[in-house]
T-cell receptor
Framework: EPEVTQTPSHQVTQMGQEVILRCVPI?????FYWYRQILGQKVEFLVS????????KSEIFDDQFSVERPDGSNFTLKIRSTKLEDSAMYFC???????????FGPGTRLTVT | DAKTTQPPSMDCAEGRAANLPCNHS???????VYWYRQIHSQGPQYIIH???NNETNEMASLIITEDRKSSTLILPHATLRDTAVYYC?????????????FGAGTRLAVHP
């Protein structure tokens, strides 16, 4: 069964550094999402992406965050200057155009020290 | 999107049916009920969704009351691997890029 993959599984970075989290969507999926989950808290929506542009973003998704699909396959989340409070699990999710359910990847655990 | 209310935790014996309730008394006519689960910090996993008719798939059954103000997710024969946090989410079906809004969910513990 096709699945969403994410790399790396765990990223440790120092405060102020840039990180790029990568997601490989299911091949025929056209809608892409990033969510995050701080340890012990709810899963929170960050951003949705369709047709090479952001379709919706949350208040969390400020100017430090950006997304792109640089090569038509990978979907990336960049955090320009990480803060301690960015430490969380980051989940990518993708969705086929006409289907209703989102498929989530296994997540990247980001630890900012 | 309508808000949902779920019990914070439930227990179930292995092999028995797990019935997870969800209240969504402010649901609108065009809003669907979705269920996802999250097994120990893995990515959330889609289970099932419905509008007003009861639904069944290989994972679970979804029973929606006639007034659509509540629903129950049924895992007919729970296994230890069904131990997870279960999320009931209500949202419109735009067919497009709409986000999922997760609550705290119900933590289901399946015990031997």
């Amino acid at each position: 069964e096709p699945e969403v993959t994410q790399t790396p599984s765990h990223q440790v970075t120092q405060m102020g550094q840039e990180v790029i989290l990568r997601c490989v969507p299911i091949s025929n999926h056209l809608y892409f999402y990033w969510y995050r989950q701080i340890l012990g808290q709810k899963v929170e929506f960050l951003v949705s992406f369709y047709n090479n542009e952001i379709s919706e973003k949350s208040e969390i998704f400020d100017d430090q965050f950006s997304v792109e699909r640089p090569d038509g396959s990978n979907f990336t989340l960049k955090i320009r200057s990480t803060k301690l409070e960015d430490s969380a699990m980051y989940f990518c999710a993708t969705k086929e155009g006409l289907a209703n359910e989102q498929y989530f990847g296994p997540g990247t655990r980001l630890t900012v020290t | 999107d309508a808000k949902t209310t779920q019990p914070p935790s439930m227990d179930c014996a292995e092999g028995r049916a797990a019935n997870l309730p969800c209240n969504h008394s402010t649901i609108s006519g065009n809003e669907y009920v979705y269920w996802y689960r999250q097994i120990h910090s893995q990515g959330p996993q889609y289970i099932i969704h419905g509008l007003k008719n009861n639904e069944t798939n290989e994972m679970a059954s979804l029973i929606i009351t006639e007034d659509r103000k509540s629903s129950t997710l049924i895992l007919p024969h729970a296994t230890l691997r069904d131990t997870a946090v279960y999320y009931c989410i209500v949202r419109v079906l735009l067919g497009g890029y709409n986000k999922l809004i997760f609550g705290a969910g119900t933590r289901l513990a399946v015990h031997p």
